[in-house]
Nanobody, 125 residues
Framework: QVQLVESGGGLVQAGDSLRLSCAAS????????MGWFRQAPGKEREFVAA????????SYANSVKGRFTISRDNAKNTVYLQMNNLKPEDTAVYFC??????????????????WGQGTQVTVSS
């Protein structure tokens, strides 16, 4: 089992930045692909960003490309999501997720085995 705990959410204004953190415990964190997803009220959960556990390659949703950066610190068992130039449409609950898989970095929520409880990000205009 892997336990994931997100932190760093909050209320910010458009154009501000936030950094989300996701601390992992349990199984070997470094062997997991890690991803961030978000879910806005009344909408389905959507992919935001992911990073491969072997080559650290990344993938981003078009809506956040150039503004968000995913990174990980295996020594701290933590994955981060740096969010810059936030927009009101970024308002959502953000979830981190872990997938023990091979191949390309997964972007489908169905590929992920472990999920955190989520952290709220609210961006005011």
């Amino acid at each position: 089992q892997v336990q994931l705990v997100e932190s760093g959410g909050g209320l910010v204004q458009a154009g501000d930045s936030l950094r989300l953190s996701c601390a992992a415990s349990g199984r070997t964190f470094s062997n997991f692909n890690m991803g961030w997803f978000r879910q806005a009220p009344g909408k389905e959960r959507e992919f935001v960003a992911a990073q491969h556990w072997i080559d650290f390659s990344t993938s981003y949703a078009n809506s956040v490309k150039g503004r968000f950066t995913i990174s990980r610190d295996n020594a701290k068992n933590t994955v981060y999501l740096q969010m810059n130039n936030l927009k009101p449409e970024d308002t959502a609950v953000y979830f981190c997720a872990g997938a023990q898989s091979y191949g390309s970095v997964p972007i489908s929520s169905f590929s992920y085995d472990y999920w955190g409880q989520g952290t709220q990000v609210t961006v005011s205009s």
